[in-house]
């Protein structure tokens, strides 16, 4: 494995300053984001990856699949939205050359990330999960045929309303079987996943599914705004070695991204972040 810098933990950095963070930090890989690619530009994101000789360990995100669980009408035109805007990701993906395209497949129908359930959201979490699976169906083969591999991200249950009803990595598992592994994956993000006490039959099951290595640590206590919950391997509750060595020996062979969301690492120097990212790898994150 090596280590990846994923986009979001230097929010500050465009595609082209991270890149060349990346390269002057001696770092190998990239996770990108579709924000920060639509920014720059997609011709332009794949000329400076290239040429800086960078791979993309991910392209975040797609998914917010399960809208679609509204009535009528309404739930007809977001799910066709939605595979409209997550056929984009896969074919962006392809371009990028990624290892994965990172799927965060939405919380209840109607609840946006964030915010307070409106009048007129559905409390269904079973038929939401039965959206994702559906659109699954639709969007695994258009990936298959872009060599694009669709990689199912569970996310800790706090985020289950409005982000993600997949909340353990099991779940994901389960949804990616019917499929060819080189098709559909699953993430394991340390944040999401670390309190789980099925994790590590979990990883084993999940093999050479696992297409991307996820690592933040889980801070405690969480700050007011949880999605800002993520702090720097070392600095919160989580055990790492245990969890890396599971993922080895699962058989996963990609690169380790970090990828943090922290309103004061956001702040910081990005290549302060970037050395201690570095340094906390080899000492908190390596078994």
Not at 98 to 116: H, K, Q, S, T
Not at 233 to 244: A, E, K, N, S, Y
Request: proline share 6%; charged share 25%; net charge negative.
């Amino acid at each position: 494995m090596s280590l990846s810098l994923n986009q979001w933990t230097t929010r500050r950095w465009s595609v082209a300053e991270a890149v060349d963070g990346c390269v002057r930090h001696g770092l190998e890989a990239i996770g990108l984001w579709r924000e920060k690619v639509a920014e720059q530009g997609l011709a332009e994101s794949v000329k400076l990856v290239r040429a800086a000789g960078l791979r993309v360990s991910s392209l975040c995100r797609g998914g917010f699949l399960t809208a679609g669980g509204l009535p009528g009408e309404e739930g007809r035109t977001a799910f066709a939205r939605a595979l409209e805007d997550n056929r984009r990701a896969v074919d962006e993906a392809a371009e990028l050359g990624a290892a994965c395209l990172v799927m965060v497949v939405g919380g209840l129908p109607g609840v946006r990330p964030g915010e307070a359930p409106p009048d007129g959201f559905t409390r269904d979490l079973a038929g939401a999960r039965e959206r994702v699976a559906e659109a699954l169906a639709e969007l695994a083969p258009y990936a298959g045929e872009r060599g694009v591999r669709l990689a199912l991200e569970p996310l800790h249950p706090i985020y289950c309303p409005d982000r993600a009803v997949l909340s353990t990595l099991g779940q994901a598992l389960e949804l990616s079987l019917p499929y060819p592994e080189e098709q559909v994956g699953v993430v394991v993000d340390t944040f999401h996943v670390w309190w789980d006490p099925r994790l590590f039959d979990e990883i084993a099951r999940a093999g050479r599914r696992i297409a991307s290595y996820q690592v933040c640590d889980y801070l405690h206590p969480l700050p007011e705004d949880v999605l800002l919950g993520r702090g720097m391997m070392g600095d919160g509750v989580i055990d790492f070695p245990p969890i890396t060595r599971a993922v080895l020996a699962a058989g996963y062979a990609g690169d380790v991204e970090v990828e943090i969301f922290n309103a004061d690492v956001w702040a910081a120097d990005p290549d302060e972040v970037v050395s201690t990212m570095k340094s906390r790898y080899a000492g908190v994150v390596l078994p």
